[in-house]
């Protein structure tokens, strides 16, 4: 199963929208909130090169923001990488 994981703030449309756009595809994620908390922070900015949220990995593939998921929906991309991981879509 892949490994689906959002760096997100509670507040952020953007985190929110990410999140449904998932959850209606059926995929199981985890969410790191960094909201408050600087050592995740640190942990986003570390691994993704941005600090802005939503951030998304995939099998620790980085894979980006809210447009970037959406633009990865669009190409068939998250399904692939969905797929690699033995995740239905």
Known sequence: MADVTIYSKGYCPYCKMAKASLSEMGVLFKE???TNNAQLTNEMHQLSKRRTVPQIFIDA???GGFDDLQVATRN???T???QAGCVEV
């Open 61 to 63: 593939k980085h894979i």
């Open 32 to 34: 790191l909130d960094i």
């Open 76 to 78: 068939g991309e998250l």
């Open 80 to 82: 692939q990488l969905l």
